[in-house]
Structures are given as structure tokens and as C-alpha cells.
């Protein structure tokens, strides 16, 4: 692994990340992260109860989802060209490592809520959300806070 991180890290990209693109990417990386979180705490809320229950809960999603999945993408290439700058660096950081496991937990919860819970929004759009509703929503967000401190840590700890 470590000479496919060497190489990578020496390569075209790597060396512009690392001696030009850094704070720029960087820059972008937190706007979308900014944005995907954003939204993400808007559509959660909803699904709590806390926020927005005047609101169906499919029209909100309908009109935020695009833009946390534009969002998400731009966090994901910015994110990734980052990782070219240091890759041993980041593949050896514990905040880094917690971070992207907890991506993969986020994504597997959106999955399990899309897959399972929200198959019966009919019946709780307008209204409360079922308990495994809330309990989708609590978990999103709680994992996303964590996300966005844990990539905040990266940068004093790289």
C-alpha cells in the first residue's frame, strides 16, 4: 500500500495539490461540506420533529436531496485531491480513518432509512414521523456533527 501512497503522492496531481491547489481545494471542500451538512440538518430536524412540520416531509427532501448530492460530490472530489497531497498522512490519522468510517455509517443508515422506513412516508408525510423515522433522523445527525469535528481535527493533527 505504502508505494501505491508514494506514488500518488508524487504524481502529477499529488505535487499540484501539495505545492499549489491545497488551500484552495481545501477552501471548496469546506463550502460543500458546509452545504451537504446544512442540509442534511434541515431534512433531519424535519424527520425529529423539531423543525419544519408544517411542511410535508417529501417536499422538503425533493427540493434539499439535489443539493446535498451536489454538495456531497464536490466534498468528494475536493476531498480526494486532498488526500493526494499526504496520502500515508491521512491513511495513518486516526481522525481521518474515524471520519471516513463514519461516511460509510451515514451512507448505510440513508440506505437502511430509504430501503426500509421511508417505504411508508405515505402514511407520516404530513404528519409525526414514525419512531424509526425520528430515530433515522437522530442517528444522521448525530454521525454527521461528528463527521464535520472529526474533519476540523484532521487539520491539527496531520
Keep these: 500500500m505504502n508505494s501505491f501512497f508514494e506514488w500518488l ?21 469546506v463550502i460543500a461540506l458546509a452545504l451537504v451538512f446544512g442540509t442534511i440538518v434541515i431534512v433531519d430536524t424535519r424527520l425529529i420533529g423539531w423543525t419544519s412540520r408544517h411542511l410535508r416531509f417529501t417536499y422538503l427532501s425533493e427540493r434539499l436531496l439535489p443539493w446535498t448530492w451536489g454538495a456531497f460530490i464536490v466534498a468528494v472530489l475536493t476531498g480526494s485531491a486532498l488526500f493526494t497531497s499526504n496520502p500515508e498522512g491521512y491513511a495513518g490519522n486516526g481522525p481521518f480513518v474515524t471520519k471516513m468510517l463514519l ?56
Design 9 to 29: 503522492q508524487t504524481s502529477a496531481l499529488g505535487v499540484a495539490v501539495s505545492e499549489v491547489w491545497f488551500p484552495y481545494l481545501e477552501s471548496i471542500h
Design 103 to 158: 461516511l460509510l455509517l451515514a451512507g448505510l443508515n440513508m440506505l437502511y432509512f430509504h430501503k426500509v422506513t421511508y417505504r411508508e412516508v405515505a402514511a407520516w408525510d404530513a404528519g409525526e414521523p414514525p419512531r424509526a423515522a425520528r430515530l433515522a433522523g437522530m442517528s444522521s445527525l448525530a454521525i454527521w456533527v461528528l463527521i464535520v469535528t472529526l474533519g476540523r481535527w484532521i487539520g491539527f493533527t496531520i
